[in-house]
């Protein structure tokens, strides 16, 4: 498989975040979805109100489908130790099972400018 846990990953970003990353936690096999890639980003530069500083900086924990992610990221930087996630993973499939969560389809970036628009309505 080409993606595994604890690799780093540049991808197409949003303007003037060019040194984010992301960074693969757990690649997982789920009905109806196929292959499914859980996500940190870091680097971030979201506006958000109730962040410290008024800048949100990384997305801790974020699944995407195999396209999205192949769609998103550009070049493989490094191999770190592989994360663990295991309870937040327990609890998106929780999530899941009460048809309350699901991969994004969107790329990594796409998700980003939703995440911002999120903030940027609430801050409102």
Known sequence: MKYV????????????EEDSRVTI????????YGVVVFVSVDGLRIR??????GI????????????AIERSVVQLEGQLAAPDC?????????????ELAAPSTKTVG????????ICDRRNI
């Open 5 to 16: 846990a604890g690799q780093r990953w540049t991808y197409q970003s949003r303007p003037g």
């Open 48 to 53: 958000d109100a109730s962040a410290p500083n």
């Open 56 to 67: 949100r900086t990384q997305i801790l924990f974020s699944a995407f489908t195999l396209d």
């Open 86 to 98: 295991d309870e937040q993973l327990r609890r998106w499939r929780e999530a899941h099972d009460e």
């Open 25 to 32: 936690l757990v690649v997982d096999d789920l009905p109806n």
């Open 110 to 117: 796409d998700a980003v400018r939703t995440v911002q628009a």
